[in-house]
């Protein structure tokens, strides 16, 4: 992947050098122009809808605004100040752990196992493949209208299954300590199909003769999985803890259907504080801070991700 | 009783005009034979609405339909917005896209909001033109819309909350509905009106809801009842005073004792039965009788030292920034709407208040008490009720703040006096820019 990158930005480069004209740049010359013509729209569309709205957002995040009166308040760093004080929004921040660590880490594991299994010649294979997909087509807000009736404790599904086992359902979404739970389990549910989809195009790249070879030289099944299989997915598996990563700090439709953030803000994560602070609080200034937040934490993450990835990742 | 067709010019000719009314009651006016701007098809309002399926979104369609019908020249296009939490995020919304509504529900701790961005039509002129009874409106209702002399928000759907219990089970614990009536009485007879399979209880004797199903207005009443309140007018915040404290703790302990419960949406649960009673706004009556499987019937709320209820729901307020063709328009709906006709087809059909006091004695509304005895509650703890404290329904969010702390004391088992004392400081620091804003306002 990254070595086909490379190469084409090599050969990229060399094809500029070799048209750039004698003599020094002219902003007329066909490159130019052509460059403008492509580039052009795209950096249009994504200043006017991506980079303005943040720089607008990091303006809003140092003023006191309720998104309704002409006056906007300057209040220099009042806002991050807040956010730094405020329990409710240490909470928020060990929620969105929480929840990103759970939901990442189990959907990757269980697609992984399902990829694994969906990768053997089973009868009805494709039908399977397609039944766990479904559910990441689905929209986020109906699955959590759904989930909502799966999780009540005394008529609802989960309560009778659990019940075959006589083990007592707990309230899932009237329990702070049962609230997240219950969301991570439908995230999985709904991101299941994505993870395993990946992972089975990943484990289907992965040339037969690595595995002939392993079995050459002795290797049983645990240690083909563990010499073959793993380093060659290492790839897929970074761009799935990437956009899974990603993906769950914006996970707001199945929060704001279920739980709305609650009980006692035990689901409050930080895109949906940012939504409840600009929203239902109407502090525009504390909801931009708090955006910022989540923008500096996902930029964070991505470096680091990206750092590890070249040291660690191996690229087949 | 007439009802007379409005004459598309006088809605566009003038305020005057807006007197040429459908609203019923209303005598005819005069019919101007001036041409006017012509117009092709009748003048389209837009209305924003919090109510849709269910009884109260039936009653509320076929009092758009019965408007529309009623004349010719004034199409209301009603839309959805949600929840009236959704419905003010949606108009704030459309103010900064600048396409607003030409008139929207707004819930009681949602329209002075936006009377403060000075957003909100005064509706005095539209109010002497039609020659609105005003007179007639149930004096607290309206009062709770006029700021400085001035009527912004007119009574719609408003409500109280009230006591809701579960007949069958009070029977099949040999209990009489008196019990109700103290929150001491109802402590101590709690254990008999729980049922339990094993270790889990399948029926509490009281249930709370949220604070998204907005237990911060049910518990108005409840700190009222225990001599404390939230704030006073000038939004001094009392919330965590001994009395408020002592009420927050006594739903502490409804819930660690075991006798109550609390859930996202107590009314579904009061239908199923896990609540054998509840407090509830009137305007959850209509479902109620639609979906409880039960005989139930509806009481006073509980006192504690005193008697404590508070008015809420929602009303109907134009934009300042519609056509002067729409507002009258607009207006001549807000009319119809709350008409002594139209106030008691929504009570019957919901619950909710008949605003206007012609139509609670009116013989109509009487034969349907005679019939629904639990409505009838409902109207005669009206009197008794008061409008809330300031600091739920005028600092922003100050529901939702309230509600937070509630759901600490119901949900985590948190002390109130820690709860309240944290709800205390951030409604404090949350009501500083509503008072220079209305410093700047009123003066």
Known sequence: MAETGRTGTAAIDESLVIARPRGGRNIFSKEWILFILFVGPNLFLFSLFSYWPMIENVRLSTQRWDLLSPVRLPVGLDNFEYLWQNSTFHKVLWNTLYFTVAAVGISLALGLLVALLLNQRLRWRNGARAVVFAPFMLSGAAIGIVWAYIFDPRFGFLAEMLGWFSIRSPDWLNRPEWAMPAIIIVYIWKNLGFTTVIFLAGLQGIPQDLYDAAKIDGANVFWRFRSVTLPMLSPIAFFLVVTSILSTFQSFDIISVMTDGGPVDSTNTLIYYVYEQGFVAFNAGRSAAAALVLFVLMMAITLVQLRYSESKVHYG | MTTTKINRRSIVKGAAGAGAAAAIGSKASSVFSAPAVIQSGPLEVTYWTSFEGGANGDAQDELVKRFNESQSDIQINHEFQGSYEETAQALTAAVQGGSTPDMSLLSDVWWFKFY??????????????????????????????VRQGAQYWVPFARSTPLFYYNAD???????????????????????????KDGDQTTQFAFGHPNAASYIAWLFQGVIWQFNGEYSDPDFTINIDEDAGIEAGNFYRDSVENGWAGATEDHVADFNTGLFASIMASTGSMGGIRENATFEWATAFLPEKYTFGCCTGGSGLSILASADDANKEAAFEFIKFSTSVESTSYWAQQSGYMPVRKSAIDSEEMQAFYDENPNARTAVDQLPQTEPQDSARVFIPNGDQIIGGGLEQVTVSGADAADAFAEVAGILEEEAQPILEQLEALEG
């Open chain 2, 116 to 145: 403060l961005s000075q957003l909100l039509q005064p509706l005095d002129d539209y109010i002497a033109a039609g020659n609105v009874d005003s007179a007639d409106y149930v004096d607290s209702l309206w009062n709770e819309g």
């Open chain 2, 169 to 195: 089970a009070l029977n099949e614990a040999g209990l009489d509905a008196s019990i109700f009536q103290n929150w001491d009485t109802i402590v101590e007879n709690a254990d008999a009106l729980m049922v």
